[in-house]
């Protein structure tokens, strides 16, 4: 209390209470609707980690999605600083998914089973927001989008997304609006396929890297380019150590060879010169 007996402005009482006419936290968040979304179908304990886990990582996913496309809408207008901010957030929300898996490690074979049977073929592969951010990033292949068919206000912006350039596009076309030789058929190049290492886009690079003090903005923006890549690899690891020590390597619920077709899938490379500058620089 204060010497007039008024409780001290850091007292708890200070605190707003009232939320009659107010937003309150709960209130805020929806908090009864977000909670209102987790509905395990069985009894088995560990169903509720596995719902818990799933859910967080779509709330990062879409986050991950918006940071995206402003980080994209920025380089496709000339802008190489800001979308450094977009990208960075990009980042760390990455290492909050892969942390994600941490926990799910903790359900054991044993645990997994006792509820695996209950949603069917349901499966991460079907993640609309994970293939939004494939395809935002530039692993594209038209077969992904067949689980969506039969829902057109899913499958429309996923396929919109596969038909637009990938931020890889884009950074390619700032590089070559700023005088760097990128070959037209590299820009005017099937958007619907993954990229592939060519040649001249490799030497536009060594350009860059060879004269950071000059192309600064454009090398500041490969790295961070790295730093998202460098951190979907890392969830890709995850996910797959998680699945093989939860199921080995059973079929996912999908229909996928589940950690095998996850161990293939880490061979991909979503900006194969950035990788590849390394060993010739």
């Given amino acids: ?5 008024a409780p001290h402005p850091d007292a708890p009482e200070q605190a707003h209470t009232d939320f009659t006419r107010s ?10 609707i977000l909670k209102s979304a987790h509905q395990p179908v069985t009894a ?7 719902i818990a886990v799933h859910h967080v990582s779509e709330v990062w996913l879409e986050l991950i999605i918006r940071e995206l496309r402003a980080a994209m809408t920025q380089l496709e207008g000339g802008i190489t600083d800001a979308p450094l901010k977009g990208l960075t957030r990009v980042v760390r929300a990455q290492e909050q998914l892969t942390n994600a898996w941490e926990v799910l490690k903790t359900m054991t074979p044993a645990d997994y089973l006792q509820f695996r049977h209950a949603f069917g073929q349901a499966s991460g592969f079907q993640s609309a927001a994970y293939r939004h ?9 038209a077969v992904l989008l067949k689980p969506h ?25 700032l590089l070559s609006a700023r005088g760097l030789a990128i070959p037209s058929e590299v820009l005017a190049r099937d958007l619907t396929l ?6 001249d886009v490799l030497a536009a690079w ?11 903005d454009l090398y500041e923006l490969a790295e961070k380019l790295l730093d998202v890549e460098d951190n ?8 797959m150590t998680t699945v093989e020590r939860t199921i080995g390597f059973k079929r996912g619920s999908g229909g996928t060879s589940g950690a095998a077709y996850l161990r293939r899938a880490l061979g991909t490379v979503l900006f194969p010169e950035l990788w590849e500058i390394r060993t010739r620089l």
């Fill in 1 to 5: 209390m204060t010497r007039q007996g």
């Fill in 232 to 239: 979907f690899r890392r969830w890709r690891f995850n996910h």
């Fill in 44 to 50: 088995a304990h560990d169903e509720h980690l596995f």
């Fill in 23 to 32: 937003l309150s936290y709960g209130d805020y968040l929806q908090l009864d």
């Fill in 206 to 216: 060594l350009q860059v890297y060879r004269d950071p003090e000059h192309y600064w």
């Fill in 194 to 199: 993954p990229p592939v290492l060519n040649e």
């Fill in 133 to 141: 951010v494939e395809f935002l990033l530039g692993n594209r292949h």
């Fill in 149 to 173: 068919e039969h829902r057109p206000e899913v499958y429309g912006p996923l396929q919109a997304d596969l038909l637009a350039p990938s931020v890889y596009d884009l950074t390619l076309r």
